[in-house]
């Protein structure tokens, strides 16, 4: 089974930045979109980032807008979120997402990683 692994996670001051990564364990995701999703404790899981397959279409959640950037490495298979001016409620576990092969936007995604824990201390 086609997983998404995830790294890059860790524990940052508020104010401080962190970078994930998204890499397939095998095939190529250059034509879906991409996205983040984060889930905090007691909470559902939310949307974050996405981007699709060729990089031109962009979407963010307004929590993370202008903090947060979301880009894809095509020869690298690999998707990123750089995370800046970190806050404490940006404490979650962080999801990578694949899926709407050749479309712009993704209302449902197929394959998911495993995630990765953000820990902000204030």
């Known amino acids: 089974q086609v997983q998404l692994v995830e790294s890059g996670g860790g524990l940052v001051q508020a104010g401080g930045s962190l970078r994930l990564s998204c890499a397939p364990s095998?095939?190529?995701?250059?034509?879906?979109?991409m996205g983040w999703f984060r889930q905090a404790p007691g909470k559902e899981r939310e949307f974050v980032a996405a981007?699709?397959?060729?990089?031109?279409?962009?979407y963010y959640a307004d929590s993370v807008k202008g903090r947060f950037t979301i880009s894809r490495d095509k020869f690298e298979n690999t998707m990123y979120l750089q995370m800046n001016s970190l806050k404490p409620e940006d404490t979650a576990v962080y999801y990578c997402?694949?899926?709407?092969?050749?479309?712009?936007?993704?209302?449902?995604?197929?394959?998911w990683g495993q995630g990765t824990q953000v820990t902000v201390s204030s």
């Open positions: 997402a694949a899926g709407c092969r050749y479309r712009s936007s993704c209302p449902d995604y197929d394959y």
């Open positions: 981007i699709s397959g060729n990089g031109y279409t962009i």
């Open positions: 095998e095939r190529t995701f250059s034509n879906y979109v």
